[in-house]
């Protein structure tokens, strides 16, 4: 996976055998990918790579992450739960996402198009950052660790296979993340774990 972000941009995230290849789906999207690093960057948010994609921050917490599949291209938003989403532009990825959480383009000229309603998004999305404001958990909810949820929030098909575990397994992963007192490597974990929770194993599963 890649960890530098220009190679985003010009070659892929590095997740699959099409990295690097005129079928990686960052080339068909290009043009709408740039266009919305632009816009987060013109926002003055700070741009990173986190889980082999371009993630654009704020304040320290993550604002919105860029996504790029063979159908379409996104711009997903953390906490997503806050946002109040008065043009209902925003979808949810997937039957197991909880809120609408992203901006789905099938057209990169429809970035242009949207482009107030995404500084819009991303001007709120801030303002939670710099006020320390986070959504409530819900009833019932695991109490899974920031890096965890991050993750999920940046991956549909991890989020899915996650919330497909059974809660001992999903348990078990919150316990090895939060025996572990750094945040890069419990980073480091979900990432080595991943393949793991695909399978829909547990931890300590082998």
């Known amino acids: 996976m890649i960890t530098d972000i220009e190679d985003f941009f010009t070659k892929g995230c590095g997740r699959c055998e099409r990295f690097a290849t005129p079928d990686c789906s960052t080339r068909q999207w290009i043009d709408g990918l740039n266009e919305l690093r ?3 960057r013109e926002a003055d948010l700070v741009e990173t790579v986190k889980w082999a994609h371009p993630c654009y921050m704020h304040e320290g917490r993550n604002i919105a992450i860029l996504g790029a ?3 379409d291209f996104r711009l997903t938003f953390f906490n997503a739960a806050l946002l109040k989403d008065p043009q209902g532009a925003l979808e949810k990825q997937g039957p197991n996402t909880q809120h609408p959480d992203m901006l789905r383009f099938v057209d990169n000229a429809q970035v242009a ?4 309603v995404i500084r819009s998004y991303l001007k709120e999305a801030m303002g939670y950052a710099e006020a320390g404001i986070k959504p409530p958990k819900g009833q019932g909810q695991v109490d899974l660790p920031e890096e965890l949820v991050e993750a999920l929030d940046s991956d549909p098909e991890l989020a899915e296979a996650f919330h497909d575990l059974t809660p001992g397994r999903q348990k078990s992963y919150v316990i090895n993340l939060n025996g572990v007192k750094k945040s890069e490597t ?3 974990r979900i990432a080595r774990f991943r393949d793991h ?3 829909g194993k547990g931890a300590t599963e082998r």
């Open 38 to 40: 632009r816009i987060c």
């Open 69 to 71: 599949f063979r159908g």
């Open 113 to 116: 198009k949207m482009e107030p």
């Open 186 to 188: 419990r980073t480091t």
């Open 197 to 199: 929770i695909l399978a």
